[in-house]
C-alpha cells in the first residue's frame, strides 16, 4: 500500500476538478450538502490516487469538463454536485 499523498497538495487538486467540472465544493459545504466528514473523506480518497500526475494533466488540458477524470476517485461526488447546481 502506498503512503498517502499531501493534503494540502490533493485538497487543491480536488478544488480544481471541482471547478473544472463546475461543482461548487465550497459552495456545497457552506450549504450544508457535504459534511466535514464527507470533506475529509474526499480528501482522503484523493490522497490515495496512484495518479496525481494524471490528475495534473487533465487539468492541464482542460479549462472545463462534462465528468472529472476517469478514474477519479471522487467522480460520483463531484458529479452529483455538479448535478445539483
Known amino acids: ?34 459534511s466535514h466528514e464527507d470533506w475529509a473523506a474526499m480528501i482522503t480518497r484523493c490522497r490515495g490516487c496512484e495518479a ?10 482542460h479549462e472545463r469538463a462534462d465528468a472529472p477524470m476517469p478514474g477519479c476517485r471522487n467522480a460520483d461526488v463531484l458529479v452529483q454536485l455538479k448535478d445539483r447546481a
Open 52 to 61: 496525481p500526475e494524471q490528475c495534473e494533466a487533465f487539468l492541464a488540458a
Open 1 to 34: 500500500m502506498q503512503p498517502l499523498g499531501d493534503p494540502l497538495y490533493h485538497l487543491r487538486l480536488m478544488a480544481r476538478m471541482g471547478e473544472t467540472v463546475g461543482a461548487d465544493l465550497t459552495g456545497a459545504f457552506a450549504a450544508g450538502e457535504i
